[in-house]
C-alpha cells in the first residue's frame, strides 16, 4: 500500500505566488524525498530530508518534517510557469529494505503565466 | 554518464505475449528497482535489486519477473502480458537508498 499521500491532488496558481503540497505518511521513516515529473518524463529528485531533520532549503524549495505528525511539506516560493508538473513524495521506511521507496500519488501543480 | 536508459521507449504487444524491459545504469549504484505508474495511481514498487544477485519483491510483482547479473543491469520481464500490465514503467538506481535517478520510462500497451 502507498505510504507517502500528498495533498491536494491539483493545485493551480498565478506566476510569482508560493505553493504549498502536503505529504502524509504512515510509519517511521528513515527519510523522506521530493520528486518532480514534468508530463511524460521520468521523475527527477528534488530534496531529502533525513529523520534527524526538520528544515531543508534548495533555492526557492523549502521542505519541513515532522515527525511527530507523520508529515512533510514542499513550498516552491515565487513560482514559475515552468514550475508546472506533478510533485511527488517519496518515504523510505526506518529498517524497511534499503534503497526502497514508497511513492504517493502525487500533486499536479499548473503556474499561470 | 548516460545515467539510466531504458528500452524500448514504446512498446505494443498482444494478450499472452512475453517481453523484457531493458533497464542499465552506468553510475555503479547497487540499488535499483522497477515501478509501474498508472493514471491517479502515482508510482508503485514492482521489483527491487541491492545488488548483483540479490532481488525482491515490491508491492505488485505477480506477472513480472527480474534478475540481477551485473551491477549496471535490471531487466524485467513480462512472463504472459495482460491488458492490466498496460502502464509506463520507470526504472531507477540510487546508492544505498539516497536519491533515486530515474530513467526515461517505457510506454506499454497490452491489446
Known amino acids: 500500500s502507498q505510504q507517502g499521500e500528498e495533498d491536494p491532488q491539483a493545485l493551480s496558481i498565478q506566476e510569482g505566488e508560493n505553493a504549498t503540497m502536503n505529504c502524509s505518511y504512515k510509519?517511521?521513516?528513515?527519510?523522506l524525498q521530493w520528486y518532480r515529473q514534468n508530463s511524460g518524463r521520468g521523475l527527477v529528485h528534488l530534496i531529502l530530508i533525513r529523520s534527524n531533520e526538520r528544515e531543508k532549503h534548495s533555492g526557492r524549495l523549502r521542505v519541513t518534517l515532522d515527525t511527530s505528525k507523520k508529515s512533510s511539506s514542499l513550498l516552491i516560493t515565487a513560482s514559475r510557469a515552468a514550475d508546472t508538473a506533478s510533485y511527488f513524495c517519496?518515504?523510505?521506511?526506518?529498517?524497511?529494505?534499503?534503497?526502497?521507496?514508497?511513492f504517493g500519488k502525487g500533486t499536479k501543480l499548473s503556474v499561470k503565466p | 554518464n548516460a545515467g539510466v536508459t531504458q528500452t524500448p521507449k514504446f512498446q505494443v504487444l498482444k494478450t499472452g505475449q512475453s517481453m523484457t524491459l531493458q533497464c542499465a545504469q552506468d553510475m555503479n549504484h547497487e540499488y535499483m528497482s522497477w515501478y509501474r505508474q498508472d493514471p491517479g495511481m502515482g508510482l508503485r514498487l514492482i521489483h527491487y535489486s541491492v545488488g548483483a544477485g540479490i532481488t525482491d519483491q515490491g508491492e505488485v510483482p505477480n506477472g513480472y519477473n527480474v534478475s540481477r547479473s551485473t551491477t549496471e543491469d535490471f531487466p524485467l520481464r513480462l512472463l504472459s502480458a495482460a491488458p492490466s500490465q498496460t502502464s509506463v514503467y520507470f526504472c531507477a538506481s540510487s546508492y544505498r537508498g539516497n536519491e533515486q535517478f530515474f530513467g526515461p520510462g517505457t510506454r506499454l500497451t497490452v491489446l
Open positions: 510509519t517511521s521513516i528513515n527519510n
Open positions: 517519496a518515504v523510505m521506511n526506518y529498517g524497511g529494505s534499503q534503497g526502497n521507496l514508497i
